[in-house]
């Protein structure tokens, strides 16, 4: 018998991370040859631009780009650019830097996901393919993978 439950529990998460990253490990190679790298954890990298050197407030911010290095990918999870700021290449620049600090870090991938109304051709006109499609995620959108090589 199992008792199931529903609920968020910080501490069964982390050990449901550990987990499985333990069985990952034994399962993959490629896991596995991570251990004991500085590939092995996910590293935070994040980039930032602001309209004023002196102003680092929401108010200030022209935009940003938050992500992670892990396993010698670059992983952007969100890029943002004030309305304002749109059109100016700020997006790029933000989006260059970040692949530049994960080439650094021995990173020789990008991916990351967009939806259908955000940025698809922007990253397309920066060399990412796009290699998955989620149709209706959300329902009545279209969700993009996409991945460059760095190298």
């Known amino acids: 018998m199992f008792r199931i439950e529903t609920g968020v529990d910080s501490h069964r998460r982390k050990l449901l991370g550990e987990l499985l990253e333990s069985s990952n490990a034994e399962a993959s190679p490629a896991i596995r ?56 290449g700020l997006g790029t620049r933000l989006l260059d830097e970040a692949e530049r600090a994960a080439r650094e870090r021995g990173c020789g991938w990008a991916r990351l996901e967009t939806w259908d109304f955000q940025a698809p051709g922007f990253y397309r006109g920066r060399g990412y393919d796009v290699v998955g499609v989620v149709e209706d995620y959300p329902p009545g959108a279209t969700e993009f993978l996409l991945a460059k090589r760095l190298a």
């Open 33 to 88: 040859g991570l251990r004991g790298t500085p590939h092995e954890d996910e590293v935070p990298l994040e980039v930032w631009a602001f309209e004023d050197a002196s102003d680092d407030s929401a108010a200030g911010l022209a935009g940003g780009l938050t992500a992670f290095t892990w396993a010698r990918w670059l992983h952007v999870d969100l890029l943002w650019v004030a309305p304002h700021h749109r059109g100016t």
